[in-house]
């Protein structure tokens, strides 16, 4: 009897660096999905969150956003008001809604919050992402709140009782910071940062085709673990 031998599906391993204050975080991963998406049954993906700070000295209250990125990037009102549509846009297309907001917020909490659902399984890390990058940049809402986060954490499936339980202590404030000073000794200053399997890396919100190529590239490659 004749056999045909089945090669396993290869796997691939990314960290997706970033955050839920960070709008290319949320074109990026979008697009990062939907090129998974595109390799379903052609590559195995383990995706994991990892938490980086744009503003780690921020005030709890946060600042007006106009007034944060005319100082930190020297942005005056024309340049803020064409890069927001060119957003408003690739966010469009990818299915993903930018709406009004006028602060940025300190996201340590988010990131504490985010690491305890990682406890819970891939599935409810991802559901609250995608629950605070919309809270943030569809709904305008303030991701520095314990009551708001603890309220997204409600909405995205996941017991708010416990999220507040989290939130009110100190708890996974270490592996938070643990894992922001491990990216950031490996050279990793801006986000989003996509590292496929420890070793290939790629910055930006990318379009869903560049994300595919390089997957099935690496994958097709073995993994190109080191």
């Known amino acids: 009897m004749n056999s045909t031998a089945v090669s396993p599906t290869p796997k691939v391993k990314i960290d997706f660096v970033s955050d839920v204050v960070c709008p290319w975080c949320a074109v990026g991963l979008n697009s990062l999905e ?3 998406a595109r390799l379903d049954g052609e590559v195995e993906v383990e995706l994991h969150f990892q938490p980086f700070e744009l503003n780690p000295q921020m005030a709890p209250e946060g600042e007006n956003i106009d007034e944060h990125l005319a100082h930190k990037y020297g942005l005056g009102a024309e340049q803020l008001a064409s890069n927001r549509e060119a957003l408003r846009q690739r966010g469009a297309a990818l299915g993903f809604a930018f709406g009004e907001r006028d602060r940025i917020y300190n996201t340590f909490d988010a990131h504490r919050l985010l690491h305890w659902a990682g406890t819970q399984g891939a599935d409810a890390e991802r559901a609250l992402k995608h629950a605070l ?4 940049f569809t709904d305008g809402r303030d991701v520095s709140s314990r009551e708001v986060l603890a309220a997204v954490a409600d909405e995205s499936g996941l017991d708010a009782q416990r999220a507040r339980a989290v939130l009110d202590s100190d708890e996974y404030a270490q592996d938070v910071r ?9 050279g990793i200053s801006a986000v989003p940062s996509v590292i496929i399997n420890d ?7 990318q379009p ?3 994300f ?9 490659q073995g993994g190109g673990r080191g």
């Open 34 to 36: 939907q090129a998974i």
């Open 133 to 136: 990058l919309k809270a943030y």
């Open 199 to 205: 070793r290939h890396l790629i910055q930006g919100g």
């Open 212 to 220: 595919e190529a390089a997957l099935r590239q690496i994958a097709a």
């Open 178 to 186: 643990q894992q922001e000073r491990f990216y950031q000794e490996a």
């Open 208 to 210: 869903v085709e560049q």
